[in-house]
Protein backbone atom coordinates (compact mmCIF):
# COMPACT_ATOMS: atom_id res chain seq x y z
CA UNK A 1 0.00 0.00 0.00
CA UNK A 2 1.54 3.05 -1.22
CA UNK A 3 0.66 6.98 0.80
CA UNK A 4 1.10 9.82 -1.30
CA UNK A 5 0.68 13.20 0.21
CA UNK A 6 0.63 16.21 -1.59
CA UNK A 7 1.34 19.86 -0.55
CA UNK A 8 -0.86 23.18 -2.65
CA UNK A 9 1.03 25.86 -1.43
CA UNK A 10 -0.18 28.89 -2.99
CA UNK A 11 0.93 32.57 -2.08
CA UNK A 12 0.30 36.12 -3.64
CA UNK A 13 4.27 38.43 -4.03
CA UNK A 14 3.08 41.87 -5.35
CA UNK A 15 5.74 44.28 -6.21
CA UNK A 16 6.82 46.83 -3.79
CA UNK A 17 4.82 49.80 -2.47
CA UNK A 18 7.22 52.58 -3.23
CA UNK A 19 4.88 55.29 -2.79
CA UNK A 20 3.89 54.58 0.46
CA UNK A 21 7.81 54.23 1.76
CA UNK A 22 9.08 57.05 0.18
CA UNK A 23 6.27 59.25 1.62
CA UNK A 24 6.98 57.98 5.17
CA UNK A 25 10.59 59.09 4.20
CA UNK A 26 9.89 62.45 3.09
CA UNK A 27 7.69 63.07 6.62
CA UNK A 28 10.50 61.59 8.59
CA UNK A 29 13.03 64.33 6.84
CA UNK A 30 10.62 67.06 7.47
CA UNK A 31 10.40 66.12 11.05
CA UNK A 32 14.25 66.08 11.09
CA UNK A 33 14.55 69.87 9.48
CA UNK A 34 11.77 71.01 12.08
CA UNK A 35 13.61 69.67 14.87
CA UNK A 36 16.97 71.30 13.52
CA UNK A 37 15.15 75.00 13.15
CA UNK A 38 13.35 75.07 16.28
CA UNK A 39 16.63 74.09 17.93
CA UNK A 40 18.35 76.89 16.19
CA UNK A 41 15.84 79.01 17.33
CA UNK A 42 16.13 78.37 20.79
CA UNK A 43 20.04 78.42 20.73
CA UNK A 44 19.98 82.22 18.89
CA UNK A 45 17.51 83.34 21.66
CA UNK A 46 19.16 81.91 23.90
CA UNK A 47 22.51 83.47 22.72
CA UNK A 48 20.87 87.02 21.80
CA UNK A 49 19.24 87.24 25.48
CA UNK A 50 23.13 86.22 27.07
CA UNK A 51 24.16 89.14 25.65
CA UNK A 52 24.37 92.29 27.85
CA UNK A 53 26.31 95.33 28.34
CA UNK A 54 26.36 98.24 30.37
CA UNK A 55 27.99 101.25 31.13
CA UNK A 56 27.36 104.74 33.84
CA UNK A 57 26.67 107.69 33.95
CA UNK A 58 26.97 111.15 36.27
CA UNK A 59 25.76 114.35 35.52
CA UNK A 60 25.78 117.50 37.74
CA UNK A 61 23.81 120.36 36.61
CA UNK A 62 24.79 123.96 37.65
CA UNK A 63 23.15 125.89 40.04
CA UNK A 64 21.31 129.08 39.35
CA UNK A 65 23.03 132.64 39.56
CA UNK A 66 22.27 132.59 43.30
CA UNK A 67 23.38 129.11 43.87
CA UNK A 68 19.96 127.43 44.13
CA UNK A 69 17.81 125.26 41.99
CA UNK A 70 14.23 125.80 41.13
CA UNK A 71 13.12 122.70 39.42
CA UNK A 72 13.48 119.58 38.84
CA UNK A 73 12.61 117.05 35.86
CA UNK A 74 12.95 113.65 35.16
CA UNK A 75 12.00 111.35 32.44
CA UNK A 76 12.75 107.07 32.11
CA UNK A 77 10.89 104.22 29.40
CA UNK A 78 12.30 101.29 31.56
CA UNK A 79 14.38 101.56 35.05
CA UNK A 80 13.46 102.57 38.18
CA UNK A 81 13.84 106.52 39.26
CA UNK A 82 14.67 107.26 42.72
CA UNK A 83 15.18 111.18 44.38
CA UNK A 84 16.64 111.39 47.75
CA UNK A 85 18.46 113.81 49.72
CA UNK A 86 21.53 114.47 50.47
CA UNK A 87 24.33 116.63 52.77
CA UNK A 88 25.93 118.54 49.57
CA UNK A 89 24.63 121.93 48.02
CA UNK A 90 24.57 120.42 44.69
CA UNK A 91 22.13 118.44 42.67
CA UNK A 92 23.85 114.96 41.28
CA UNK A 93 22.45 112.34 38.57
CA UNK A 94 24.13 109.27 37.99
CA UNK A 95 22.84 105.76 37.32
CA UNK A 96 23.59 102.84 34.88
CA UNK A 97 22.12 102.12 31.33
CA UNK A 98 21.73 98.42 30.46
CA UNK A 99 21.51 97.10 26.75
CA UNK A 100 20.63 92.85 26.64
CA UNK A 101 19.87 91.10 23.30
CA UNK A 102 21.12 90.73 20.05
CA UNK A 103 22.19 93.81 17.89
CA UNK A 104 21.48 96.03 21.02
CA UNK A 105 23.69 98.50 21.37
CA UNK A 106 24.54 100.71 24.68
CA UNK A 107 25.09 104.19 21.88
CA UNK A 108 21.42 104.15 20.59
CA UNK A 109 20.49 105.32 24.66
CA UNK A 110 20.68 108.85 24.34
CA UNK A 111 20.89 110.76 27.73
CA UNK A 112 19.54 114.27 27.24
CA UNK A 113 20.37 116.44 30.07
CA UNK A 114 20.05 120.62 30.21
CA UNK A 115 19.95 123.05 32.78
CA UNK A 116 18.86 126.73 32.84
CA UNK A 117 18.44 129.08 35.68
CA UNK A 118 18.52 126.33 38.00
CA UNK A 119 15.61 124.43 36.13
CA UNK A 120 16.84 121.13 35.70
CA UNK A 121 15.61 118.55 33.01
CA UNK A 122 17.10 114.75 32.26
CA UNK A 123 15.51 112.20 29.85
CA UNK A 124 16.07 108.62 29.12
CA UNK A 125 15.37 108.25 25.51
CA UNK A 126 15.49 104.52 23.93
CA UNK A 127 15.97 103.42 20.68
CA UNK A 128 11.99 102.73 19.07
CA UNK A 129 13.60 99.21 17.71
CA UNK A 130 12.80 95.93 19.63
CA UNK A 131 15.17 93.74 17.41
CA UNK A 132 15.29 90.38 15.92
CA UNK A 133 12.54 87.93 17.95
CA UNK A 134 12.03 90.86 20.18
CA UNK A 135 15.35 90.45 21.66
CA UNK A 136 16.31 93.72 22.50
CA UNK A 137 15.55 95.77 25.54
CA UNK A 138 16.92 98.65 27.68
CA UNK A 139 16.86 100.10 31.35
CA UNK A 140 18.32 102.81 32.68
CA UNK A 141 18.36 103.53 36.43
CA UNK A 142 18.23 107.02 37.65
CA UNK A 143 19.39 108.01 40.74
CA UNK A 144 19.11 111.84 41.85
CA UNK A 145 20.72 113.78 45.03
CA UNK A 146 18.93 116.75 46.19
CA UNK A 147 20.55 119.24 48.43
CA UNK A 148 18.05 118.54 51.59
CA UNK A 149 17.72 122.21 52.05
CA UNK A 150 16.24 123.06 48.99
CA UNK A 151 12.71 123.74 48.18
CA UNK A 152 12.06 123.10 44.90
CA UNK A 153 8.91 124.77 43.26
CA UNK A 154 8.32 122.05 40.96
CA UNK A 155 9.80 118.52 40.66
CA UNK A 156 8.31 115.86 37.97
CA UNK A 157 8.78 112.46 37.17
CA UNK A 158 7.58 110.47 34.54
CA UNK A 159 8.42 106.76 33.79
CA UNK A 160 6.43 103.95 31.75
CA UNK A 161 8.02 100.39 32.86
CA UNK A 162 9.75 101.55 35.89
CA UNK A 163 9.24 102.54 39.74
CA UNK A 164 9.11 105.70 41.18
CA UNK A 165 10.63 106.39 44.65
CA UNK A 166 11.53 109.46 46.27
CA UNK A 167 12.09 110.16 49.85
CA UNK A 168 12.35 113.37 51.96
CA UNK A 169 10.95 115.43 49.18
CA UNK A 170 10.50 119.09 49.53
CA UNK A 171 8.83 120.84 46.70
CA UNK A 172 5.94 123.26 45.94
CA UNK A 173 4.16 121.21 43.62
CA UNK A 174 4.76 116.97 43.01
CA UNK A 175 3.95 115.62 39.97
CA UNK A 176 4.85 111.74 39.56
CA UNK A 177 3.58 109.46 37.01
CA UNK A 178 4.04 105.71 35.75
CA UNK A 179 2.63 102.94 33.60
CA UNK A 180 3.65 99.63 34.91
CA UNK A 181 5.80 100.35 38.40
CA UNK A 182 4.87 101.45 41.50
CA UNK A 183 5.21 104.53 43.23
CA UNK A 184 6.61 105.44 46.85
CA UNK A 185 6.69 109.39 48.12
CA UNK A 186 7.55 110.89 51.05
CA UNK A 187 7.02 114.45 51.53
CA UNK A 188 8.47 116.53 54.33
CA UNK A 189 6.58 119.12 52.18
CA UNK A 190 4.22 119.39 49.35
CA UNK A 191 1.70 121.65 49.15
CA UNK A 192 0.15 120.07 45.44
CA UNK A 193 1.09 116.46 44.89
CA UNK A 194 -0.36 114.21 42.24
CA UNK A 195 0.88 110.77 42.23
CA UNK A 196 -0.81 108.04 39.18
CA UNK A 197 0.11 104.91 38.09
CA UNK A 198 -2.02 102.80 35.73
CA UNK A 199 -0.64 98.37 37.17
CA UNK A 200 1.70 99.74 39.91
CA UNK A 201 0.65 100.48 44.13
CA UNK A 202 0.97 104.04 45.60
CA UNK A 203 2.27 104.35 49.10
CA UNK A 204 2.42 108.42 49.74
CA UNK A 205 3.27 109.52 53.23
CA UNK A 206 3.15 113.20 54.20
CA UNK A 207 5.07 115.04 57.67
CA UNK A 208 1.74 117.67 57.91
CA UNK A 209 -0.74 118.55 55.17
CA UNK A 210 -0.70 122.27 54.25
CA UNK A 211 -4.42 123.55 54.76
CA UNK A 212 -4.62 124.76 51.42
CA UNK A 213 -3.19 121.44 49.92
CA UNK A 214 -4.14 119.04 47.20
CA UNK A 215 -3.42 115.57 47.14
CA UNK A 216 -4.49 113.53 44.46
CA UNK A 217 -3.63 109.65 43.95
CA UNK A 218 -4.81 107.25 41.46
CA UNK A 219 -3.94 103.38 40.48
CA UNK A 220 -6.91 102.19 38.73
CA UNK A 221 -5.74 98.09 38.53
CA UNK A 222 -3.60 98.11 42.04
CA UNK A 223 -3.46 99.36 45.40
CA UNK A 224 -3.13 102.83 47.30
CA UNK A 225 -1.31 103.79 50.65
CA UNK A 226 -2.12 107.28 52.08
CA UNK A 227 -0.43 108.10 54.97
CA UNK A 228 -0.75 111.69 57.24
CA UNK A 229 -0.47 112.85 61.12
CA UNK A 230 -3.73 111.96 62.78
CA UNK A 231 -3.76 115.31 63.74
CA UNK A 232 -4.30 116.60 60.08
CA UNK A 233 -7.46 117.89 59.00
CA UNK A 234 -8.54 117.47 55.37
CA UNK A 235 -11.60 116.95 53.32
CA UNK A 236 -11.06 113.13 52.14
CA UNK A 237 -12.69 112.06 48.21
CA UNK A 238 -11.89 108.42 48.06
CA UNK A 239 -13.64 105.79 45.12
CA UNK A 240 -12.62 102.34 44.66
CA UNK A 241 -15.18 100.60 42.39
CA UNK A 242 -14.00 96.53 42.96
CA UNK A 243 -12.21 96.87 46.07
CA UNK A 244 -12.67 98.37 49.85
CA UNK A 245 -11.51 101.61 51.73
CA UNK A 246 -9.97 101.23 54.91
CA UNK A 247 -9.41 104.19 57.48
CA UNK A 248 -6.68 103.52 60.32
CA UNK A 249 -5.97 105.91 63.33
CA UNK A 250 -8.30 108.63 62.92
CA UNK A 251 -11.03 109.30 64.67
CA UNK A 252 -12.63 106.18 64.81
CA UNK A 253 -11.39 103.33 62.68
CA UNK A 254 -13.85 101.48 60.00
CA UNK A 255 -13.98 99.54 56.20
CA UNK A 256 -16.41 100.55 54.06
CA UNK A 257 -17.49 98.56 51.15
CA UNK A 258 -18.98 101.89 49.76
CA UNK A 259 -17.29 102.67 46.27
CA UNK A 260 -17.10 105.99 47.19
CA UNK A 261 -16.49 107.34 50.15
CA UNK A 262 -16.27 111.41 51.46
CA UNK A 263 -15.30 112.75 54.77
CA UNK A 264 -14.17 115.49 56.72
CA UNK A 265 -11.38 114.65 59.15
CA UNK A 266 -10.13 117.69 61.59
CA UNK A 267 -11.73 121.35 60.45
CA UNK A 268 -12.05 121.54 57.07
CA UNK A 269 -8.42 121.39 55.41
CA UNK A 270 -6.33 120.21 52.59
CA UNK A 271 -8.11 117.83 49.78
CA UNK A 272 -7.31 114.24 49.43
CA UNK A 273 -8.67 112.67 46.45
CA UNK A 274 -7.60 108.86 46.19
CA UNK A 275 -8.95 106.97 43.48
CA UNK A 276 -8.90 102.84 42.28
CA UNK A 277 -10.94 100.60 39.97
CA UNK A 278 -9.42 97.25 41.13
CA UNK A 279 -7.47 97.68 44.46
CA UNK A 280 -7.49 98.51 47.92
CA UNK A 281 -7.82 102.00 49.20
CA UNK A 282 -5.98 102.40 53.07
CA UNK A 283 -5.82 105.88 54.71
CA UNK A 284 -3.63 105.63 58.08
CA UNK A 285 -2.59 108.29 60.67
CA UNK A 286 0.29 108.58 62.26
Known sequence: MGLSIGYSLTSTIGPPESGKASLNRWVLVIVIIGIVIVGALFSLIYYSTAQVSSKTFSYSPPQDARGSYSSLSISNVDGLVTVVPWSQPTVLINGTVTAKGLGSSLS?????????????AFQALFPASAGFFLSQSYTANINVFVPSTIRFTTVQVSNVN???RIESLNSTIVKLTTVNGGVSVDCVYCLSMTAASTNGNIAATFAALIPEGSYNLTAPNANLNFTAPSSASFRLSASDLNGSIQILGFSGMFTTTQTSFNHTFGTDGANVNIKSVNGQITITGT
Open 108 to 120: TVNLISSSSNGDI
Open 162 to 164: GGV
